[in-house]
């Protein structure tokens, strides 16, 4: 890889385009010097943009089409009609193509893995791609996939998975052994359906050497952060994942109200507000927003089509560390020597 880690961004992507990938890319390279962007889109929006940034100088190359995917086009709709065309396909391409070190988009999931599938293909000995994501635990971020990539899954690909978070863990969290949990319905080992017995098995009696098997852990123990790495099928980590966003904010409006119910609540807020503040931060899912794309022959990250540019940025820091510390290379080595190869 070059000195400098080049990104290729889907400037059109998400709810808000542009408007927020630019300051989100400009926040991202303030804090990484080395990056620099090729940004697909419709260049009439994104050049003043990109002119307002100082932060951005000599830093992004844009590359004009007016071809956008919507964030409500069916997969199979969006790669018919953008094809080669759209923003998002041509940010993927860049990365087949050598051009840039990975890709980001915010816009519509399944039509980025679906053409991110066809552009870059699968590893060799993946069976599927997985989504994985960060997340908040009271010891600090786990790895948790897949969130919402495929639907149904076997022992092989759950044991795929576990390998590909693995190699995210060892260089998102700096650890050479991260421990691996898969997710059941309890922890012992007689639970759960026959696909995830049989791949605690190949886990267990293979002992892989770049990972710890822990054993089945449950849904409480993704907020413990029980393992470095947690490992089930795009159905339940999808719901999980909702769930999860979903009584951040709850507890968010619970606290609001309380504390500007009453005077003495008003009172009691301006005394510990650096200890909310502190909460609302750990809580914030823009801290952790990005998921993924393991198993394909390129990154991909996946920002939440919502974000603000703090958490687009977020998602550009993601792409920026897979790239850096070559996720690919850790990815193939950790598979030749996972318990699939073992038992192929």
């Known amino acids: 890889m070059s000195q400098r880690v080049r990104i290729s961004l889907d400037a059109m992507g998400g709810d808000h385009g542009p408007s927020v990938v630019v300051p989100g890319a400009a926040i991202a390279r303030e804090r990484h010097p080395d990056l620099t962007f090729l940004m697909f889109g419709d260049e009439a929006v994104i050049a003043p943009l990109v002119a307002a940034e100082p932060r951005l100088k000599d830093a992004v190359e844009i590359r004009h089409t007016t071809v956008a995917v919507a964030m409500d086009d069916k997969p199979s709709q969006a790669v018919r009609q953008g094809r080669g065309k759209s923003s998002m396909w041509q940010a993927i391409q860049a990365v087949r193509d050598g ?8 816009g519509n999931t399944g039509a980025l893995m679906a053409m991110s599938k066809i552009c870059l293909k699968t590893m060799t000995g993946i069976e599927r791609p ?26 092989e ?21 991260p421990t691996v949990g898969l997710l059941n319905v309890g922890t012992e080992e007689m639970k759960g359906n ?3 017995k049989e791949a605690a098995r190949l886990l267990r009696e293979s002992e892989p050497g770049n990972l710890a098997y822990h054993g ?12 470095d790495v947690v490992v089930t099928e795009g159905f ?40 909310f503040q502190a909460l609302r931060d750990k809580m914030n899912p823009s801290r952790a927003n990005g998921g993924v794309f393991l198993g394909l022959e390129g990154i991909v990250i996946k920002s939440h089509g919502s974000e603000n540019a703090q958490g ?3 998602a550009v820091d993601l792409a920026y560390d897979m790239a850096r510390h070559d996720l690919m290379r850790t990815i193939r080595d950790m ?7 073992v038992t192929a």
């Open 216 to 227: 089945f852990v449950e849904g409480n123990d993704l907020g413990r952060g029980t393992v």
């Open 312 to 314: 687009f940025a977020a």
């Open 194 to 196: 026959e696909a995830v």
């Open 236 to 275: 339940t980590g999808n719901i999980a994942l909702k769930t999860a966003e979903g009584t951040a904010k709850q507890i968010g409006s619970y606290l609001r109200s309380a504390m500007s119910r009453t005077l003495m609540a008003k009172i009691g807020y301006l005394f510990a507000r650096q200890a």
């Open 99 to 106: 051009q840039a070190e990975a890709a980001v988009s915010a």
């Open 130 to 155: 997985a989504i994985a994501c960060l997340w908040p635990t009271v010891r600090g971020e786990s790895v948790v996939l897949d969130v919402g990539a495929t639907i149904g899954t076997d022992a």
């Open 157 to 177: 690909h759950l044991v795929e998975m576990a390998v590909m978070g693995a190699a995210m863990a060892r260089i998102v969290f700096d650890i050479e052994r």
């Open 335 to 341: 598979l030749d020597q996972s318990p699939t190869s």
